[in-house]
């Protein structure tokens, strides 16, 4: 049987044409999970929606795209298999008409990693 440690929610809320850095505190990871539009009624015929994420590490910026969500899928929650997040990174969008939610949980790394 697996030992689930105590995880704690988290999120983020980015406006359309803005981008949110995400950054794991000391000896924490966090876990992107799921992707939710703000105003599902506003996505309606919209073009499928690209979620990005941009890992800066002081001499290279990469941004990369991270999941592009089909219109079929725009009123429902997309999930991801469990993103580890141990680093910073920005989590941006291309979708015109609103926001979009990231949501998961955080752990201690500690307690998944024993020094």
Not at 45 to 65: A, Q, R
Not at 84 to 97: D, G, M, R
Request: proline share 6%; charged share 30%; glycine share 6%.
């Amino acid at each position: 049987m697996e030992n689930r440690e105590p995880r704690e929610p988290w999120g983020v809320k980015v406006k359309s044409g803005d981008s949110v850095v995400v950054e794991a505190g000391t000896w924490e990871i966090l876990y992107l999970t799921e992707a939710h539009l703000d105003d599902v009624k506003k996505a309606k015929g919209s073009d499928p929606i690209e979620l990005y994420f941009t890992i800066t590490d002081g001499e290279l910026d990469e941004t990369n795209v991270l999941k592009t969500i089909p219109p079929e899928s725009f009123e429902k929650p997309y999930n991801f298999d469990e993103i580890e997040i141990a680093y910073k990174i920005e989590l941006s969008h291309n979708w015109k008409y609103g926001s979009i939610r990231f949501t998961g949980h955080k752990c201690e790394a500690t307690r998944l990693y024993p020094l």
